[in-house]
């Protein structure tokens, strides 16, 4: 499996895995939506990474995206920048395969590398622990939409991050569509 940056010439192929992933058009638009606006942070794709693809004899299928985008955390004294993860989507037939946690682990290596400080997620509790992410009502900090407490969480990027601040997360308006 290789995790490289999403291309121009990728567009078909991340929409097709986001339609997939979620068996509607909603994620593959707000994806779309978000580059139209320029409103993408980073953006990175997992190809199948077979011999054919490493001889250079063919490129290698898409099978999984993830996007981070930028989201304010809107306060009464001052709004302070975040970024906010999703979608992210891995075709059906290679779920389970860890190509999602591969996917999640990269995107926040990028982010730390680029001294983004916070990221939030509105996703499976389940899922999202394990990179560090937990409730983001325990840092004192809301979400524009309503959402049970447990799916909208947040991870420390650099530790201490969230600690200043309190307020409420506010999405690219494309959100809103979704």
């Known amino acids: 499996m290789i995790i490289r940056p999403e291309t121009p010439a990728d567009k078909e192929a991340v929409r097709y895995v986001n339609e997939q992933a979620f068996g509607r058009a909603g994620e593959a638009d707000l994806v779309e939506a978000l580059h139209a606006r320029q409103q993408v942070i980073a953006s990175l794709v997992a190809v199948q990474d077979d011999q054919a693809v490493q001889?250079?004899?063919?490129?290698?299928?898409?099978?999984?995206?993830?996007?981070?985008?930028?989201?304010?955390?809107?306060?009464q004294a001052a709004s302070h920048a975040a970024v906010a993860l999703g979608p992210l989507a891995v075709l059906p037939q290679f779920q389970g395969q860890g190509?999602?946690?591969?996917?999640?682990?990269?995107?926040?290596?990028?982010?730390r590398q680029n001294n983004y400080p916070l990221v939030v997620v509105l996703g499976h509790p389940e899922f999202y622990p394990?990179?560090?992410?937990?409730?983001?009502?325990?840092?004192?900090?809301?979400?524009?939409?309503?959402?049970?407490d447990e799916v909208f969480m947040l991870a420390e990027l650099s530790p201490g991050a969230a600690a200043a601040i309190k307020g409420t997360v506010v999405y690219p308006p494309?959100?809103?569509?979704?």
């Open 55 to 75: 001889d250079g004899q063919q490129d290698g299928q898409i099978v999984g995206h993830i996007l981070f985008s930028p989201v304010v955390v809107e306060a």
């Open 99 to 111: 190509i999602g946690s591969a996917l999640v682990r990269r995107g926040l290596e990028v982010l």
């Open 130 to 148: 394990r990179f560090g992410f937990s409730p983001a009502s325990a840092f004192g900090i809301g979400c524009q939409f309503q959402v049970p």
């Open 174 to 178: 494309e959100f809103n569509e979704v």
